[in-house]
């Protein structure tokens, strides 16, 4: 059997992962030595439904946390990321946490994205049909 690593940390093209346990308790405090002051989480239902894990991920974000986006599918569609990007577009974060896995990840990194991209998902999709999409 492989062993498992206890925790690390990993540069993700402008993202960061952070895996292991206790990093839930530090995030705040992680976020907060970066310069970040209010948190957006980004997870599916059911991650955002399991208090054993919310509960603690809300108590180190602290004050920090304005809301939690639960919406995100293993599908990880466009309208995932326009809906996650409503969301923000009210709570102003300056800083998106996607906690679960690549689907969670994926809608976080592409909220910020297409966020700071500006066009609007029907003009996304429209090019994404035509094979225009840069």
């Known amino acids: 059997m492989l062993p498992i690593t206890e925790a690390f940390e990993y540069d993700y093209d402008g993202s960061e992962i952070v895996f292991g346990r206790g990093c839930i308790d530090r995030i705040g405090e992680k976020l907060e030595t970066i310069g970040f002051e209010r948190a957006m989480i980004i997870c599916g239902s059911h991650v955002g439904a399991n208090e054993a894990l919310m509960g603690p991920l809300k108590s180190g974000l602290d004050d920090s946390l304005v809301g939690v986006f639960d919406g995100t599918t293993p599908d990880k ?37 297409f966020q700071a991209d500006g066009r609007s998902i029907g003009t996304i999709r429209s090019e994404a049909e035509s094979g225009t999409l840069e």
């Open 77 to 113: 569609t466009i309208g995932n990321v326009f809906d996650a990007i409503e969301m923000a577009e009210e709570l102003d974060p300056d800083v998106v946490v996607g906690v679960g896995g690549g689907s969670a990840i994926d809608v976080a990194r592409q909220t910020g994205v």
